[in-house]
């Protein structure tokens, strides 16, 4: 539970900080659909944050379904990295193939969330 909680508040905390530096830092120095695309990342990257807070406190309740929380907290992080980290650096470098990375992390978050609905639904 402790470990999760640590990983979602990191992540909202990067969240936080990266969106700050693109909206200010980057603004005017890159181009308006690669910002768009960092702005993106961003948005990802808090939203599954926030799915990792909810996570370790449904460890705290269901601790029985500690082994498919965690598998779905690993696939959320592992989007987090893919999908989020490869449109940071699409949008910094330019480089577009670096967006053949982002679908792997979008099936990462996917499967993350059905892992988390099927801890649930075991739930009694």
């Avoid at 909680?5 to 969106?19: D, H, P, R």
């Avoid at 926030?50 to 965690?70: Q, T």
């Avoid at 696939?75 to 893919?82: D, P, S, V, Y």
């Avoid at 193939?97 to 649930?120: D, E, N, Q, R, Y």
């Amino acid at each position: 539970m402790k470990l999760w909680g640590m990983l979602g508040a990191l992540n909202l905390f990067l969240a936080v900080a990266l969106g700050a530096f693109g909206a200010h830092g980057l603004k005017g120095k890159i181009a308006d659909d690669l910002l768009a695309v960092y702005e993106t990342g961003v948005r990802y990257q808090m939203i599954h944050g926030l799915g990792l807070l909810a996570l370790a406190s449904l460890l705290r309740v269901a601790p029985e379904a500690a082994g498919g929380l965690s598998a779905a907290g690993g696939f959320l992080l592992a989007g987090i990295g893919l999908f989020s980290g490869s449109l940071y650096l699409l949008a910094l470098t330019g480089v577009r193939a670096l967006g053949a990375v982002t679908p792997f992390g979008g099936v990462a978050f996917l499967i993350g969330w059905a892992l988390l609905f099927a801890a649930l639904w075991r739930l009694r």
